[in-house]
């Protein structure tokens, strides 16, 4: 890693916009996938009253109001020049957590659908101003080798600390915990934005020049990743694929007390460390994977990782339905830490391949339809089909065995397309060696 190289030639300015970025990202994704995804239905359904149906009409709403703001707020960044200028982008993230940290601490008080309708627009224009504006700081903080290990640190440390620390999957918890870990982030991201001080205003301009040598991409330095290219489209729809069989599989094992209650929520400690662990050893080996081999090596182990967790799931419902006696037994966490590698390496995957897309010129609007798309959309979609199944009565092993055969073909066909793909640019190799 190039960090342990700036360490050591004391080149404390760039070393601390990597622990900078680290710590910005860990915040805003540990804010997601814990009040944003699970506290809203808590809130929804136990305190305003709604059925988890209404709850999720809502969350879809967020989830496209969200898509739409980020891709006005990246496009509008790029064309205006905001995504290479620090200083904005910082003022803009500043802005944006303190209408988070307004929300979150006016939440648990909501009480009728009206205000819950209220909380989800401002809500949604909070988070589509923060993806591409949070992703962008790539360019100015992060250099493109070290990307893939910052990402798996980033991993690491949100699913460590979302796993490990025990706290109630309620709207009262995490705003309490929430409000009290955002409160000195507000006052930071203050000074950093608006204080002019002159040791912070010459970091500040010293980490906005590096924008010139981190901006391009790993994968835009023989000619810059365009939006509609294939280049751009073709990981955007394996990203969808990849975010749509998680939630599709993690609504309904997290809507199952027994597999809920003997992992993620488990009350033995050492279940929860082993799953956090799993997270780790996820996203460490996504970082080395994607900084030393190709993109689709990534992916492929990111489905097959998938695909294999389902197997298990099933697996052992299957073996529970035909010997009931062994499903009477304590339940290995075996499974739930294989989901938690998969959910590491398509996270890890996530934090990298948007800013490695793109250009300083392109980088607000590539991670706006990056994570607008293949992540929140993908969501609702999933959501959607979920709600589908449940009104449907499906069985748990019947929607389990439709994720796994979703898995299964989206590792299928990637496997037949780059062997395709590899078959093609060996005929024209040879085509154009016998001219």
């Not at 790539?138 to 290990?149: N, Q």
Request: aromatic share 12%; proline share 4%.
């Amino acid at each position: 890693m190039q960090f342990f190289t700036h360490v050591r030639e004391h080149r404390w300015t760039t070393a601390f916009g990597y622990v900078l970025f680290v710590a910005l990202m860990v915040a805003g994704y540990y804010y997601n996938i814990t009040f944003v995804q699970l506290g809203l239905i808590d809130l929804g359904t136990r305190l305003v009253g709604m059925s988890e149906t209404a709850v999720s009409v809502w969350m879809a709403a967020l989830a496209l109001c969200t898509l739409v703001v980020a891709v006005a707020t990246g496009v509008t960044m790029d064309r205006r020049g905001w995504s290479s200028t620090l200083r904005t982008k910082l003022q803009l993230l500043f802005g944006v957590v303190c209408v988070q940290f307004v929300l979150t601490l006016v939440a648990p008080e909501i009480r009728s659908v009206p205000a819950f309708g209220a909380w989800i627009g401002v809500a949604s224009i909070g988070l589509g101003v923060g993806f591409p504006v949070s992703f962008s700081l790539a360019i100015d903080l992060v250099p493109v080798p070290d990307r893939g290990y910052v990402a798996a640190a980033i991993t690491a440390i949100t699913y460590f600390m979302a796993n490990a620390i025990p706290l109630s999957w309620s709207i009262d918890v995490f705003s309490r915990v929430m409000v009290a870990a955002m409160a000195p982030g507000v006052l930071v991201l203050a000074v950093l934005s608006f204080a002019r001080i002159d040791r912070i205003d010459a970091v500040l301009s010293s980490l906005e020049s590096q924008h010139r040598a981190f901006g391009t991409g790993r994968f835009c330095h023989d000619e810059p990743v365009r939006a509609r290219s294939a280049a751009f489209v073709v990981p955007v729809i394996l990203m969808f694929g990849v975010f749509f069989i998680d939630s599709l599989g993690f609504l309904r094992i997290i809507d199952t007390p027994s597999l809920l209650l003997s992992s993620w929520q488990s009350p033995a400690l050492s279940t929860r460390v082993f799953i956090a662990i799993a997270h780790v050893v996820g996203a460490v080996m996504a970082g080395v994977i994607y900084t030393n081999y190709s993109l689709s090596r990534v992916f492929l182990w990111t489905f097959a990782l998938f695909a294999l967790s389902h197997v298990l799931y099933t697996s052992d419902l299957r073996l529970a339905a035909v010997f009931p006696s062994l499903a009477q037994g304590p339940t290995s966490p075996l499974n739930p830490a294989a989901y938690a590698v998969a959910v590491s390496f398509y996270t890890t995957l996530n934090f990298v391949l948007w800013p490695d897309l793109s250009t300083a010129d392109t980088v607000g609007t590539h991670s706006a339809i990056g994570i607008g798309v293949a992540g929140w959309l993908a969501t609702f979609t999933s959501t959607a089909l979920a709600l589908y199944f449940q009104a449907a009565e499906l069985t748990l092993l019947s929607h389990l065995n439709v994720v796994q055969a979703l898995s299964l073909l989206l590792l299928f066909g990637l496997a037949v397309g780059l062997y395709v793909r590899r078959m093609v640019e060996l005929a024209r190799y040879d085509g154009g060696s016998t001219v």
